[in-house]
């Protein structure tokens, strides 16, 4: 059977899950009392990275390639990696919570590389030269993988700010029944923040062996185990944020918001590194991209 004659088919089954799953996730948190929607939310996610899952793996069947060698094999490997940690850490924390910031960014990668990006790209070609390597699988995975964990940290570090200082304005209310809520959503920001530092902790290693792995590719491509091109540079920047994030939960001083504020520069840090520096300059690390 001719994959592309159905691939179509599977792309558009994928973004209809996709869309689908982050309002089911927050009709789960409006009607919490409702089990049968929550239930719903995870089979969905379910689905979605079963079905995704399987459509990489034809892609890397046909084209005989793990399928990362562009922008649009990224974008869904990244996607993937981002629901695999939803439908875990939801079977960890029975909390929809993670679904329901986790699923609108898995919906918008979707729609951007399904929806926007050319079908020139989305097709399977031969790799170029310069991606036939061993080293293409370690390195580029790891980075993905890495994003995908730090991003999901990353965001419930801002959850974790929003939810406080809406606290922080009521805490000057004296009704006892607003007290016993404050106390349910400290306990619930707390949650926030450890959840967040554990996806940190756990993605900071991985990041550390993504760029490592990239520098002895590197050398072994170019010659030179760092050059400072732009994705080079923008990745070590991802990786001092994240330094200063894991060093400030070791000061004693610092406090949670100062942490979870750093964290947060770390969302935005990490879209430019992966999409920013591709979209506004040439460099060493432009193969697959849309300018290349």
């Known amino acids: 059977m001719n994959f592309t004659l159905f691939e179509p088919y599977f792309i558009n089954f994928l973004f209809v899950i996709f869309l689908i799953n982050p309002f089911s996730y927050w009709a789960s948190l409006v009607f919490s009392n409702k089990k049968s929607i929550s239930k719903l939310s995870n089979v969905i996610s379910t689905i979605a990275l079963v079905t995704l899952f399987i459509y990489l793996a034809l892609r890397w069947f046909v084209g005989n390639y793990f399928?990362?060698?562009?922008?649009y094999e990224s974008i869904l490997f990244l996607t993937w990696v981002l629901t695999c940690i939803l439908v875990v850490g939801e079977s960890k924390t029975k909390?929809?919570?993670?679904g329901s910031i986790i699923s609108p960014v898995t919906l918008l990668l979707v729609s951007f590389a399904t929806l926007t990006l050319p079908s020139s790209m989305q097709k399977i070609s031969p790799l170029v030269p310069a991606l036939q390597s061993n080293w293409l699988m370690m390195h580029?995975?790891?980075?993905?993988?890495?994003?995908?964990?730090?991003?999901?940290?990353?965001?419930?570090?801002?959850?974790y700010l929003i939810i406080n200082t809406i606290i922080e304005k009521k805490e000057d209310l004296n009704l006892e029944t607003e007290k016993n809520r404050q106390i349910k959503r400290k306990f619930f920001i707390e949650n926030l923040d450890l959840w967040s530092y554990k996806l940190i902790t756990f993605g900071f290693p991985i990041l550390t062996v993504g760029i490592i792995s990239g520098a002895v590719w590197a050398n072994e491509a170019w010659g030179s185990y760092w050059s400072w091109d732009p994705k080079e540079t923008w990745a070590l920047i991802t990786w001092l944020t994240f330094s200063a994030y894991l060093h400030?939960?070791?000061i004693q001083k610092a406090t949670r918001v100062y942490s979870a504020k750093v964290a947060s520069l770390g969302f935005s840090i990490i879209w430019i590194c992966y999409l920013g520096v591709n979209f506004l300059g040439q460099g060493l690390h432009s193969y697959g991209w849309i300018q290349s």
């Open 248 to 250: 400030s939960r070791l």
């Open 140 to 159: 580029v995975s790891m980075m993905m993988a890495s994003y995908a964990v730090l991003l999901a940290g990353t965001l419930f570090s801002i959850l």
């Open 67 to 71: 399928p990362i060698s562009n922008l």
């Open 95 to 98: 909390s929809r919570v993670l």
